[in-house]
T-cell receptor, first 116, second 111 residues
Framework: DAGITQSPRHKVTETGTPVTLRCHQTENHRYMYWYRQDPGHGLRLIHYSYGVKDTDKGEVSDGYSVSRSKTEDFLLTLESATSSQTSVYFC???????????????FGPGTRLTVL | RKEVEQDPGPFNVPEGATVAFNCTYSNSASQSFFWYRQDCRKEPKLLMSVYSSGNEDGRFTAQLNRASQYISLLIRDSKLSDSATYLCVVNSNFGNEKLTFGTGTRLTIIP
């Protein structure tokens, strides 16, 4: 299995509080991603990073920010959590090199976030 | 129209049977295709990439039909352990590392 960890694995918080989720990889992969998964929607991309300090928005980026100060860490922040951000959050990594021309992504174990 | 569409199921199939899923995609410029498997309350895991010529991995066969814009997954001699949700995944922009996921097809193998 790819070396990807997420922390925390479970979190319950209240509306209006800031929340930061961490993704850590030991694979030295260049690309990292944050997704959310909700019933009926599948996995939706929030933000992704294509290198240290290089990030871009996905399809559901409103209300989220990210930072990547090191290759191995990608942080997702909910500045002021809302109930609509209750979801399962997955981090993923990929390494688009000639070794992985089909740009497969490998996922972390997920974080279950509940916003009350 | 969704970029990637799958029949959500559920498919309830007896052990040992053959089951097939299809998935359609809307962007004719899509370059890479995958099937992922997701067990309940777990992360998605890559099952197989789908190559233009089709490919097989043990009991699993994946096919790509670019003309009709669909990919398929065939599971032969199904096992109880095949029970999962199968996600169809497409990369629609060459050189862009973003993937688009279908909502998944739920499969239950019945003893």
């Amino acid at each position: 299995d790819a070396g990807i960890t997420q922390s925390p694995r479970h979190k319950v918080t209240e509306t209006g509080t800031p929340v930061t989720l961490r993704c850590h990889q030991t694979e030295n992969h260049r690309y990292m991603y944050w997704y959310r998964q909700d019933p009926g929607h599948g996995l939706r991309l929030i933000h992704y990073s294509y290198g240290v300090k290089d990030t871009d928005k996905g399809e559901v980026s409103d209300g989220y920010s990210v930072s990547r100060s090191k290759t191995e860490d990608f942080l997702l922040t909910l500045e002021s959590a809302t109930s609509s951000q209750t979801s399962v959050y997955f981090c993923a990594i990929s390494d688009p090199t000639p070794r992985h021309v089909y740009n497969e992504q490998f996922f972390g174990p997920g974080t279950r976030l509940t916003v009350l | 129209r969704k970029e990637v569409e799958q029949d959500p199921g559920p498919f309830n199939v007896p052990e040992g049977a053959t089951v097939a899923f299809n998935c359609t995609y809307s962007n004719s410029a899509s370059q890479s295709f995958f099937w992922y498997r997701q067990d309940c309350r777990k992360e998605p895991k890559l099952l197989m990439s789908v190559y233009s010529s089709g490919n097989e991995d043990g009991r699993f066969t994946a096919q790509l039909n670019r003309a009709s814009q669909y990919i398929s997954l065939l599971i032969r001699d199904s096992k109880l352990s095949d029970s999962a949700t199968y996600l169809c995944v497409v990369n629609s922009n060459f050189g862009n590392e973003k993937l688009t996921f279908g909502t998944g097809t739920r499969l239950t193998i019945i003893p």
